[in-house]
């Protein structure tokens, strides 16, 4: 592996500038897992997760867009087909619905693949390019998400743990098509990155495809049990947060008296009748 810093085209990995975003990465996701903590013991905070689910879209949404516009569009990198593009998507669905399943594949997608994405990035601009802002946004905003929300609510089970490797084995048979069509990268399935990464630690291709898949199904296994050893699992039925608690509506008492049968034998009913007549005789 080259010697330190490593140039990932035009941005340096492992430099003081890297560190210092690594650095702002780690704060605020402790800064945010603490605020998790502490309004999952207040109840459902919805105002504030929609508020930071409008919040990723709003940053990602417009240099998505310049991505795509004729002067700065290029065919291997433009299109949101990466993990990290279609996590911050998730992280949106997961912070506006918590719906167990979005929660659980931005758990693992965002916790490994996103974080070794931060960590090794292949980022051909520097600051002030504003995809600079961009890579370095989503990739915090969706880091930031998945510590929040697993904080606020538990992590996955085995079901989603099954459905992210479901999931993510669809995504990579349709992007491996995708490249062999046009000739593209994405994802690093049809070869390594130009630039020095963790993949040049697994050998070749498709060796490499082979041990990521290995790596990540063992990897995640081991950070799904945990939350399932311990029974702090996100419940499995979809949106099961945003049903409000039923205050203000009881039902009233079912009247006892309506399901029961007249007197059959006459002593009682006469009883009954002499009961009654007192507040007859008043209401004439």
Known sequence: ?????????????????????????VVGAVLLGVVARRQASAGDPLRFRRTFALVIPVFTVPFQVLQLL?????????LPLQVCDLSWMVAVHALWTRNGRAIALLYFWGLTLTVQAAITPSLGQTFPDPRYFMFWGMHFLTIWASVYLVCLVGGPGWSGYRFALWCTAGWAAGVLVFNAVTGTNYGYLSRKPRTSSLLDLLGPWPTYVAAEVVILAVGWALMTWPWVHTGRTVPEEQNAG???????????????????????????????????????????
Do not use: I, K, N, V
């Not at 592996?1 to 990465?25: N, Q, Y």
């Open 242 to 284: 945003d049903r409000p608690p039923e205050h203000g509506h009881r039902r009233p008492p079912p009247d006892l008296s309506a399901g029961l049968a007249p007197p059959t034998d006459p002593h009682e009913r006469t009883a009954g009748e002499q009961r009654a007549e007192p507040g007859r005789q008043e209401e004439r």
């Open 70 to 78: 004729p002067g700065d569009f290029t065919l291997g990198t433009s």
């Open 1 to 25: 592996m080259a010697g330190l810093p490593l140039a990932a085209d035009g941005f340096e990995t492992f430099t003081l500038e890297h560190a210092g975003l690594l650095g702002l990465l």
